[in-house]
């Protein structure tokens, strides 16, 4: 049995002259957490609403476990969950009448489908707010509802697209919990996000994607090594210009320099961003 789970094949996207994805091409194992790691209109949505056949692409191929999603179709939608940035609950309709309705949807029989929300409730901690109306819940039990209600059908992969995006720091970090969790399951997880904090905490490897291409893929960690474990700051009238240091000593040794010289640095570890300057010349 192979260990990929999703295998993106040179995939193209174009409205009128604009190509929003220009031949992405990446694999995701089972198992893993996946991230499309890039600023607001780079191609993450696009490639996530393709992932699960909500837009036709241009041109390319998708293979979901070794089958084509373009000829198995229905049989590759059962395979995935999707999670939309946009929460598009039924607000008047309770917890369990939206999870029933998708169980529904899924044809799946009125026992798995009780079943199954008890479970999903219970893994949400959810269970105590199962009568309770949606637009009673705040953001962050809306953004959970979303999450599992994307899981009623057991896919194997869960497509998230800025799931924390809006949140308050404490509720999107109950959030990276919860997903976690999901993984450790066994789940597939594909995770869009802006957030470099999010990708570096959640992540097993990171795609960096800029104006419709992939830049790289590596490791969160293996990213952060291969500019430098540390980075001072010096701010002046033109902007920030960053230094990068593989050893604390080295770095600390710089900083009694640069502080010498310019009113105001700082010492620092690396972090994606630094990374996706440093490949992009842009931040996110």
């Given at each position: ?59 390319g ?50 026992k ?8 999903l ?25 979303l999450?599992?209600?994307a ?15 809006g ?7 109950k ?92 010492l ?17």
């Amino acid at each position: 049995m192979s260990n990929v789970a999703l295998d993106i094949k040179d995939l193209k996207k174009k409205y009128g002259s604009l190509f929003a994805l220009k031949g992405i091409s990446f694999q995701v194992y089972r198992g893993e957490l996946f991230s499309l790691l890039g600023p607001n209109g780079a191609g993450k949505t696009t490639t996530l609403r393709i992932i699960s056949g909500l837009t036709a692409p241009s041109s390319g191929n998708i293979y979901i476990f070794g089958k084509s999603l373009f000829t198995e179709e229905i049989w590759a939608k059962n395979k995935i969950g999707l999670v939309p940035q946009q929460i598009n609950l039924d607000l008047e309709l309770t917890v369990e009448e939206n999870l029933f309705i998708h169980g529904l949807l899924f044809k799946m029989s009125l026992k798995e489908i009780k079943k199954r929300i008890t479970e999903l409730l219970e893994m949400a901690d959810l269970l105590d707010r199962k009568k309770s109306k949606v637009k009673e819940l705040s953001g962050g039990l809306r953004r959970r509802l979303l999450i599992i209600r994307a899981l009623m059908h057991s896919p194997e992969i869960l497509l998230l697209d800025e799931p924390t995006v809006g949140l308050d720091p404490h509720i999107r970090r109950k959030i990276w919990s919860f997903i976690k969790t999901i993984q450790a399951s066994g789940t597939t997880i594909i995770l869009t996000t802006h957030y470099m904090e999010e990708a570096e905490a959640l992540s097993d490897r990171v795609a960096f994607i800029n104006k419709g291409e992939i830049i790289a893929i590596d490791t969160p960690s293996n990213f952060v090594k291969k500019l430098g474990n540390f980075a001072i700051d010096i701010y002046s009238n033109n902007g920030i210009v960053t230094h990068f240091f593989k050893n604390k000593e080295e770095a600390e040794e710089a900083l009694l320099k640069f502080s010498q010289k310019y009113p105001y640095v700082s010492l620092r570890k690396v972090n994606l961003e630094d990374v996706f300057i440093k490949l992009t010349g842009e931040r996110v």
